[in-house]
């Protein structure tokens, strides 16, 4: 597997291109912002850019949908709980002092334990609701890409519209931390960790009961 990270948009969120070596197929994991810079590391890598992918639609992970579904004609991919986040995307944005060019709508909706082949790599998805609705998470070759869900030493916020912290906290309980320990995280925001690391230190999952 081929694997970049880059902190994007305003709010320097994790973007994640993921794609596989053999047919250079790739697939864009919530692109905040800064396209450009994005494009240029998939040309640069001889890669074909076949999806993007959104965690959910909280402005700050989706801004940069428009630009490269224009460059690259590529599908556009979120859960279907959370259209109405994408489509209020540039509003949200205004909240942080940001325009936006607003998302086209999705090519198709991410359904839970649906398999995303791209090229020769299937790459899971989970849905983990609680921080949004329609919050999933990508699993691929032993790394998982937990969006606003879970991070190191801590766990998404759900103060904003459609967040529930009980839902929250039984996403990452029953279907992140069951995961083996090894797993590798590479989240939202901030540095990446692992599953087991998690279970024995995060606070937040603690708080709830102690680790599994």
């Not at 904003?160 to 939202?188: C, Y």
């Amino acid at each position: 597997m081929i694997l970049h990270a880059l902190a994007v948009g305003p709010l320097d969120v994790n973007c994640y291109l993921v794609a596989c070596p053999r047919s250079r197929a790739a697939l864009v994991i919530d692109p905040g912002g800064d396209e450009e810079e994005i494009w240029h590391l998939l040309t640069a890598e001889k890669l074909q850019l076949r999806a993007v992918a959104n965690t959910h639609g909280h402005f700050d992970h989706v801004g940069g949908n428009a630009g490269l579904i224009r460059k690259s004609g590529a599908d556009l991919l979120i859960h279907r709980n959370d259209c109405k986040l994408l489509e209020a995307m540039c509003s949200q944005g205004a909240m942080f002092g940001c325009r936006l060019e607003a998302s086209p709508p999705p090519s198709r909706f991410l359904e839970d334990g649906a398999i995303l082949a791209i090229g020769d790599l299937p790459i899971s998805v989970i849905h983990t609701p609680g921080h949004s609705p329609g919050g999933v998470s990508f699993l691929v070759a032993g790394h998982l890409f937990s969006g606003d869900t879970l991070f190191a030493g801590s766990v998404g916020r759900t103060d904003l519209p459609g967040g529930d912290f009980a839902v929250l906290m039984a996403s990452i309980r029953e279907r992140l931390l069951t995961l083996p320990d090894e797993t590798i995280v590479h989240p939202g925001h901030g540095p990446g960790t692992t599953i087991g690391r998690e279970k024995a230190h995060n606070p937040f999952l603690a708080k709830a009961g102690g680790p599994l």
